[in-house]
């Protein structure tokens, strides 16, 4: 028997720039041909939720809009045409939430780059409410051994920091610097980084968030609140003071993006992966050239890069630390991301 779909839902709707969001009711919207209707037990709370909360980007939200894109939860309904998951199936929803499936970057598993690219919680709605939609190429399905509460921040972060450990090219035995590994993406990159048989060297402030990235596996943690001299004491953590082979920048600050370039070792490669706004990604051309640098931007990930960073979280290879509250208490994590103050991620909890 098809389950039961109320009519009006519980949801978190910003209704001007800058919020904060509001907790109120909103119709519970119906399913396209080629989309699933999710009910979501959790969602994790991701740093990109609070730009589209402020508007920092220079990319428009659609207005009101409901956030969220690490929703995890059931499938209820769906359309005639989608034929690869059930109603009944597990499902996770992510930042990508359709592409057009047919132009040159669909079909070259480029499908983030897709100029006619969906994104859940910013130009669709999202998944801080009850029931939320998806194309249903694009949901991941979940086994249902896999727990929601646990799996909600690998559908951005995961994903996110899985593929942009691969675009740096490091191999196993390479060290990688994390810059804002404290945060969401940086506990669960710490954790990737380590199942990828990587060495880790962790950046971020405070002792909260050195407790917590040594527990990760980090095997040195750098305090750039404290450091008096960062660029040294990265490279003296890595083999023969060469510097890092890979940086992974995920700090929503402009300075450590500069920073990266005088301790990345040369043949080294810089990924951008943190999106601080209206900020700029300056680096000598003298280093860069007779250093050989690599400097690039990683954008979330396609399908199987998904189903791969859901497969690493499956075989228990990832474990990083997050609470869970109420979704009514959206706002309270926002001003705790806005200052820093979490070590991994919040997941809510959305009302039965
Ligand atoms: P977060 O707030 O959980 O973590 C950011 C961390 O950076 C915090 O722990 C903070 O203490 C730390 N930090 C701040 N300044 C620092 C500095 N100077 N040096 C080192 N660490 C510093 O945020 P998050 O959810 O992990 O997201 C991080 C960024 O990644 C956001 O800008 C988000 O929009 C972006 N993002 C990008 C993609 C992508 O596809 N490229 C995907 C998801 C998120
Ligand atoms: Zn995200």
Known sequence: MAPTIPE?????????????????????????????????????????????????????????????????????????????????????????????LVCE??????????????????????????????????????????PLDAV??????????????????ARPGHTVAIVGAGGGLGSLAQQYARAMGLHVIAIDGGEEKRVMCEKLGAETYIDFSTSK???????????????????????????PFEQAIEYVRPRGTIVAIGIPAHAFLKA???????????IKGSYVGNRQDGVEAIDFFARGLINAPFKTVPLKDLPKVFELMEENKIAGRYVLEIPE
């Open 284 to 294: 000598p051309v003298f280093e860069t050239v007779i250093k050989m640098i690599d």
């Open 152 to 169: 909600a921040p690998i559908l951005c972060a995961g994903i996110t920091v899985y593929k942009g450990l691969k675009e740096s090219g």
């Open 8 to 100: 009006k839902q519980w949801a978190q709707v910003v209704e001007k720039q800058g919020g904060p969001p509001g907790y109120k009711q909103i119709p519970v919207p119906t399913p396209g041909p080629d989309e699933v209707l999710v009910k979501i037990k959790y969602t994790g709370v991701c740093h990109t939720d609070l730009h589209a909360m402020k508007g920092d980007w220079p990319l428009p939200t659609k207005m009101p809009f409901v956030g969220g894109h690490e929703g995890a939860g059931i499938v209820v309904a769906k359309g005639e045409l989608v034929t690869n998951i059930e109603i009944g199936d597990h499902a996770g929803i992510k930042w990508l939430n359709g592409s057009c």
């Open 229 to 255: 001299d960062l660029v040294a004491d990265v490279k003296a953590a890595t083999p023969q003071g060469l510097g890092a082979h890979a940086v992974i920048l995920l700090a929503v600050s402009e300075k």
């Open 105 to 146: 970057f669909c079909q070259t598993t480029d499908e983030p780059l897709c100029a006619a690219a969906q994104l859940s919680g910013y130009t669709v709605d999202g998944t801080f409410q009850q029931y939320a939609i998806g194309k249903a190429a694009h949901v991941a399905k979940l086994d249902k051994e896999i």
